[in-house]
């Protein structure tokens, strides 16, 4: 007889199981929301890891959140990796995803397999993220034949925003919502396991829902879609730049951080700060022979 006394562990606090591209297509198959949210450093992925989440992303939109560029476009794939790197050693059960920075695989098919690679191989990324259909849809199923699982990410395609008037909804004419669709159901063949759709009208990525099958990621595209992604530092209050209508704000948390240095900055200015509980001690006779001895 064992020893051990059999206690059953509350699903509450049992970790949950690694995700994998099976366990997402069957979540969709079972009609279970998948949550993705993207991460940029240890600490949030820290958070992401113990919030439960699914699927996390090393965005390129770390380039303003982060990094404090204006757009996504001038982050390299060197400060991407640095990047990915620290979010997979605060990672372990989430899939991750490495987001492709602008200029890093639209090439060639051989530039595209080079560059995911490095995010796999350097970085430790389960899969990459592209942008857009057209020449990415080839770049796309020449990695995914490379052995590197592709998301894809149609809609308001942020490297190209200059392209598509800006950073605005896409699919608003039935032109263009049928080029979406159609992009969209370009990279499904090309072998993507998954593709995110960005600002474009509900009822849009509602009707590409009925060829979609495999899982759809949405953001500002409505509540159809299998599964929903919001940057880190929009859904927590962190960031001060821009935010876009679809990003609900889920806590404030850049306020408390400006409330908490504001109180340390005047408990350093009043000498509140440090308080004897923060000091280090030493042995009165060790003082003593200090103090002759210096
Ligand atoms: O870079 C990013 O954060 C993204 C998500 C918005 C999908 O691509």
């Known amino acids: 007889m064992s020893a051990t006394p059999h206690t059953t562990v509350p699903s509450s606090l049992r970790e949950p199981l690694p995700m994998t591209l099976p ?8 009609g279970e929301p998948i949550v993705m949210v993207t991460a940029y450093d240890f600490p949030s992925a820290q958070v992401a890891q113990e919030a439960g989440v699914d699927v996390v992303l090393v965005g390129d939109s770390g380039a303003m959140t982060v990094l404090g560029y204006p757009s996504t476009i001038p982050i390299s794939t060197d400060e991407m990796l640095m990047l990915a790197s620290a979010v997979r050693r605060g990672l372990r059960t989430p899939l991750l995803v490495g987001d492709l920075p602008f200029g890093s695989y639209e090439g060639s098919d051989e530039q595209a397999i080079a560059t995911a690679q490095r995010f796999v191989k350097e970085a430790g990324c389960d899969a990459v993220k592209l942008e857009r259909g057209g020449t990415s849809v080839a770049r796309a199923r020449a990695i995914i034949d490379a052995g590197i699982p592709v998301m894809g990410h149609v809609g308001l395609t942020p490297q190209t925003a200059t392209a598509l008037g800006g950073y605005r909804a896409q699919g608003r004419t039935a032109r263009q919502a049928l080029a979406v669709a159609r992009d969209a159901v ?81 408990e350093v200015r009043s000498r509140a700060f440090p308080a004897p509980e923060h000091f280090y001690s030493i042995d009165d006779d060790q003082l ?6 210096f």
């Open 23 to 30: 366990r997402l297509a069957e979540k969709k198959r079972l």
């Open 186 to 266: 370009a990279l499904q063949e090309a072998g993507c396991f998954s593709v995110v759709l960005e600002a474009i009208p509900a009822a849009v990525a509602e009707t590409m829902m009925e060829r979609l099958e495999i899982p759809v990621i949405g953001i500002g595209a409505g509540a159809a879609t299998d599964g929903q992604v919001l940057v880190f530092h929009d859904l927590l209050g962190i960031y001060d730049g821009h935010v876009a209508r679809f990003a609900k704000r889920f806590a404030d948390v850049r306020a408390h951080m400006v409330a908490g240095m504001a109180e340390y900055a005047a």
């Open 288 to 293: 003593e022979q200090f103090r002759t001895e």
